[in-house]
């Protein structure tokens, strides 16, 4: 099996299905070996601000941070020790103490917790990933954008309850479908902050054993160097970031499903509205165009939006820190994201390939119908489109390169 083949079964339980469920490029954001990678990055930026505080000399914290970003930890080393304490950290910390001179040893994860390097890990992960998804994104917006533009005079059955009911343009479906995906696009900038925050709470949270104000350089350093926010305290049992991140994702991949939902209907043998180009063949039926793109997008919102209420079975979360509650996390959030930019994926594929039958479409709105304040409501969601646009990525995570 390849490293691509084995990132995208990652979160599928399967390379057979990874084509429809899983996204090569996110799932190795997320994957094993990359989580590594980040938490050996927080270890050595741990160290760097631990001497910007003051609380490492700086000849050691270098060794560390060097020796952090030099390691290359096959995930298969670290699996029966997670297995045995529940979390990947410890053995982590001792390969890295190991890979370090007898001086520096005893400065390496100075004043932090499992969690601390764990949840921190997992945010730039997560910055990357949404990065992702939020250019996919972007892309999606302008292209049902352009499409509403064009089909406001292409007019169309409209249909409430299954049932036919008066005339509407095409692109005012199209921009119905466009809206809730801008909206997407700004709840996510105004989730950003309170999700990607670095944490660094040390054993109850308290970043107890170290001097007060030190801390404060500790925490603020860390924080700056990892790109991350500041929280007003860490957040080791305080989880509404991570499920708020769960539910940004469910209310996009439901976005996409409306969209499939409706493809669905419009590509009927009997309505033949639109063909869904690369439509899946049949092994019994040859004339049949299944379509495999507007399915998926159904699926995977069913999906996503099943994980989301095991994601919030871990808001209660007893105590500084609750083990059961926490691990559920690591199997949530990161398939969600993989799912959610997997069907990103499929959208475009959809479009791209769509075939638009304008005269099949006008034949069942009748007499033309009242266009009434459609354009209108068109071109407020082009300009919503166009104002949303380049405003929500961010900035770039430290290290983080350009896109290719």
Known sequence: MSEHDADVGLFTGSVLFG?????????????????????LEVEAVLAEAGAAAGLIPAAAAGRIAGAARGLDI???????????????VPALVQSLRQAVTEDAAGFVHL???????LDSAMMRQAALALAVIDRRLA?????????????RATMMAGRTRGQIAVPLPLGLRIAAWAAPLIRHRRRLDELKPRLLVATLGGPVGSLSGLDPEA???LEAAFAARLGLALPPMPGHAQRDGVAELGSWLSLLAGALGKIGTDLLIMARSEIAEVRIGGAGGSSAMPHKRNPVRAELLVAAAREVSGRLGVLHGALIHGEERDGAAW???WQSWPAMAVTTAAALNHAAGLLDDLEIDPAAIQARAGDGGDRGSADRFIDRVIADAASSDGGVSGGKLSGEGEDA
């Open 19 to 39: 084509g429809l469920w899983s996204d090569g490029e996110v799932a190795a954001l997320l994957s094993d070996r990359a989580l590594i990678g980040a938490m």
């Open 215 to 217: 801390g404060a350089r």
């Open 327 to 329: 691990t559920v996390e």
């Open 111 to 117: 004043g932090a917790t499992s969690q601390d390097i």
């Open 139 to 151: 892309r999606l917006v302008a292209r049902l954008a352009g499409l509403a533009d064009g089909h």
């Open 74 to 88: 096959d995930p298969a080393r670290l699996a029966a020790a997670t297995a045995r304490d529940g979390v990947p």
